[in-house]
Protein backbone atom coordinates (compact mmCIF):
# COMPACT_ATOMS: atom_id res chain seq x y z
CA UNK A 1 0.00 0.00 0.00
CA UNK A 2 3.14 2.15 0.25
CA UNK A 3 3.25 2.90 -3.23
CA UNK A 4 -0.75 3.51 -4.21
CA UNK A 5 -0.63 5.87 -0.44
CA UNK A 6 2.28 7.87 -2.08
CA UNK A 7 0.88 8.17 -5.57
CA UNK A 8 -2.40 9.57 -3.84
CA UNK A 9 -0.65 11.90 -1.72
CA UNK A 10 1.43 13.28 -4.79
CA UNK A 11 -1.60 14.26 -6.16
CA UNK A 12 -3.33 16.08 -3.11
CA UNK A 13 -4.69 13.34 -0.80
CA UNK A 14 -3.94 13.26 2.86
CA UNK A 15 -5.30 12.05 6.09
CA UNK A 16 -8.42 14.41 6.15
CA UNK A 17 -8.97 12.32 2.60
CA UNK A 18 -7.88 9.11 3.47
CA UNK A 19 -8.13 6.36 5.90
CA UNK A 20 -6.80 2.19 6.17
CA UNK A 21 -9.09 0.07 7.27
CA UNK A 22 -7.53 -3.00 8.22
CA UNK A 23 -8.84 -6.34 9.68
CA UNK A 24 -7.60 -9.51 11.20
CA UNK A 25 -7.56 -11.67 7.67
CA UNK A 26 -7.33 -14.31 9.51
CA UNK A 27 -11.09 -14.30 10.69
CA UNK A 28 -14.46 -15.41 8.78
CA UNK A 29 -15.98 -12.18 7.25
CA UNK A 30 -19.29 -12.71 9.05
CA UNK A 31 -17.59 -12.38 12.86
CA UNK A 32 -15.38 -8.98 11.78
CA UNK A 33 -18.80 -7.26 13.15
CA UNK A 34 -19.54 -9.43 16.07
CA UNK A 35 -15.89 -10.19 17.25
CA UNK A 36 -14.39 -6.48 16.92
CA UNK A 37 -17.41 -3.86 15.51
CA UNK A 38 -15.11 -3.48 12.42
CA UNK A 39 -17.95 -2.74 10.36
CA UNK A 40 -19.59 -0.37 12.94
CA UNK A 41 -15.71 1.55 12.59
CA UNK A 42 -15.68 0.94 9.24
CA UNK A 43 -19.10 3.43 8.93
CA UNK A 44 -17.80 5.90 11.36
CA UNK A 45 -15.04 5.96 9.02
CA UNK A 46 -16.83 6.50 5.80
CA UNK A 47 -18.87 9.11 7.87
CA UNK A 48 -16.32 11.22 9.63
CA UNK A 49 -14.61 10.93 5.70
CA UNK A 50 -17.92 12.44 4.10
CA UNK A 51 -18.63 15.10 7.05
CA UNK A 52 -15.09 16.21 6.49
CA UNK A 53 -14.78 16.53 2.63
CA UNK A 54 -18.42 17.42 2.27
CA UNK A 55 -18.48 14.32 -0.42
CA UNK A 56 -19.33 10.55 -0.77
CA UNK A 57 -16.29 8.73 -0.24
CA UNK A 58 -14.33 6.75 -2.96
CA UNK A 59 -13.64 3.05 -1.38
CA UNK A 60 -10.46 1.31 -2.49
CA UNK A 61 -10.04 -2.69 -1.50
CA UNK A 62 -7.74 -5.11 -2.55
CA UNK A 63 -7.63 -8.43 -2.56
CA UNK A 64 -9.78 -10.32 0.66
CA UNK A 65 -10.53 -6.77 1.72
CA UNK A 66 -12.90 -6.71 -1.68
CA UNK A 67 -14.78 -9.60 -0.13
CA UNK A 68 -14.69 -7.86 3.07
CA UNK A 69 -15.99 -4.70 1.58
CA UNK A 70 -18.59 -6.84 0.04
CA UNK A 71 -19.81 -8.14 3.41
CA UNK A 72 -19.90 -4.88 4.48
CA UNK A 73 -22.37 -3.13 1.95
CA UNK A 74 -24.42 -5.96 3.18
CA UNK A 75 -24.35 -5.85 6.12
CA UNK A 76 -25.45 -1.80 6.05
CA UNK A 77 -28.18 -2.98 3.66
CA UNK A 78 -29.50 -5.09 5.69
CA UNK A 79 -30.09 -2.48 8.48
CA UNK A 80 -33.01 0.56 8.50
CA UNK A 81 -31.79 2.80 5.90
CA UNK A 82 -29.38 0.75 4.44
CA UNK A 83 -29.21 1.81 0.63
CA UNK A 84 -29.96 5.09 1.53
CA UNK A 85 -26.74 5.14 3.75
CA UNK A 86 -24.66 3.78 0.82
CA UNK A 87 -26.38 6.17 -2.01
CA UNK A 88 -25.21 8.91 0.37
CA UNK A 89 -22.10 8.52 1.54
CA UNK A 90 -20.37 6.10 -0.94
CA UNK A 91 -19.72 7.29 -4.13
CA UNK A 92 -17.65 3.83 -5.86
CA UNK A 93 -15.78 1.29 -4.91
CA UNK A 94 -12.50 0.51 -6.45
CA UNK A 95 -11.61 -3.28 -6.56
CA UNK A 96 -7.99 -4.06 -7.16
CA UNK A 97 -7.38 -7.92 -7.25
CA UNK A 98 -10.59 -9.02 -6.20
CA UNK A 99 -11.39 -12.62 -6.18
CA UNK A 100 -15.12 -12.64 -7.07
CA UNK A 101 -14.99 -15.23 -8.55
CA UNK A 102 -12.83 -16.85 -5.64
CA UNK A 103 -9.03 -18.00 -5.55
CA UNK A 104 -8.26 -21.31 -6.61
CA UNK A 105 -5.13 -21.38 -4.18
CA UNK A 106 -7.66 -21.79 -1.53
CA UNK A 107 -8.65 -24.92 -2.39
CA UNK A 108 -5.03 -25.98 -2.29
CA UNK A 109 -4.20 -25.01 1.22
CA UNK A 110 -7.50 -26.32 2.70
CA UNK A 111 -6.48 -29.63 1.37
CA UNK A 112 -3.10 -30.01 1.09
CA UNK A 113 -1.80 -27.49 3.20
CA UNK A 114 -0.08 -25.12 0.03
CA UNK A 115 1.74 -22.32 2.47
CA UNK A 116 0.51 -19.54 0.36
CA UNK A 117 4.10 -17.89 -0.08
CA UNK A 118 4.68 -18.40 3.54
CA UNK A 119 7.40 -21.76 2.68
CA UNK A 120 10.21 -19.33 5.24
CA UNK A 121 7.68 -19.53 8.15
CA UNK A 122 5.66 -22.59 7.95
CA UNK A 123 6.78 -26.74 7.68
CA UNK A 124 4.50 -28.82 5.30
CA UNK A 125 2.31 -29.90 8.73
CA UNK A 126 2.09 -25.88 9.99
CA UNK A 127 0.95 -24.88 6.22
CA UNK A 128 -1.62 -27.72 6.37
CA UNK A 129 -2.91 -26.98 9.48
CA UNK A 130 -2.87 -23.08 8.66
CA UNK A 131 -5.10 -23.79 5.66
CA UNK A 132 -7.59 -26.12 7.71
CA UNK A 133 -8.20 -23.31 10.67
CA UNK A 134 -7.95 -20.20 9.26
CA UNK A 135 -11.80 -19.05 9.08
CA UNK A 136 -11.67 -16.42 6.46
CA UNK A 137 -10.66 -18.80 3.58
CA UNK A 138 -13.94 -20.32 2.66
CA UNK A 139 -14.86 -16.28 1.37
CA UNK A 140 -12.07 -16.98 -1.21
CA UNK A 141 -13.10 -20.53 -2.44
CA UNK A 142 -14.05 -20.32 -6.20
CA UNK A 143 -18.03 -20.29 -6.41
CA UNK A 144 -20.48 -21.19 -9.43
CA UNK A 145 -22.74 -18.59 -10.87
CA UNK A 146 -25.45 -18.51 -9.88
CA UNK A 147 -24.08 -18.33 -5.95
CA UNK A 148 -22.29 -15.35 -6.26
CA UNK A 149 -23.18 -13.18 -3.59
CA UNK A 150 -24.23 -10.62 -5.46
CA UNK A 151 -23.78 -8.99 -8.77
CA UNK A 152 -20.41 -8.53 -10.42
CA UNK A 153 -20.93 -5.38 -11.97
CA UNK A 154 -23.16 -2.83 -13.06
CA UNK A 155 -23.74 -0.99 -16.11
CA UNK A 156 -24.11 2.65 -16.20
CA UNK A 157 -27.58 3.41 -19.31
CA UNK A 158 -27.25 7.25 -18.48
CA UNK A 159 -24.61 10.05 -17.25
CA UNK A 160 -26.24 10.07 -13.76
CA UNK A 161 -26.00 7.03 -11.36
CA UNK A 162 -29.05 6.12 -9.73
CA UNK A 163 -29.69 2.61 -8.36
CA UNK A 164 -32.66 2.14 -11.36
CA UNK A 165 -30.17 2.87 -14.11
CA UNK A 166 -28.17 0.34 -13.42
CA UNK A 167 -28.23 -3.14 -14.22
CA UNK A 168 -26.60 -6.26 -13.26
CA UNK A 169 -24.10 -7.79 -15.80
CA UNK A 170 -24.20 -11.73 -15.12
CA UNK A 171 -21.97 -14.14 -17.00
CA UNK A 172 -23.90 -15.72 -20.52
CA UNK A 173 -25.97 -18.92 -19.97
CA UNK A 174 -23.55 -20.72 -22.57
CA UNK A 175 -20.62 -19.75 -20.41
CA UNK A 176 -19.06 -22.28 -18.19
CA UNK A 177 -17.39 -21.71 -15.00
Request: aromatic content about 12%.
Amino acid sequence: WAYVIRGLMAVGYDQRTMRAAPYDWRVPLFYLEERDGYFSDLRSQIETLYLMNRKPVVVMAHSMGNRVFQVFLNWVKSQPGGQQWIDTHVHAFLALGGPFLGAPKTIRGTISGDAMGLEMFLSDSEALDFGRRMGSLPCMYPLVYPLYPQSLAFLRHSSSYTPSSASPSPPSSSSSP
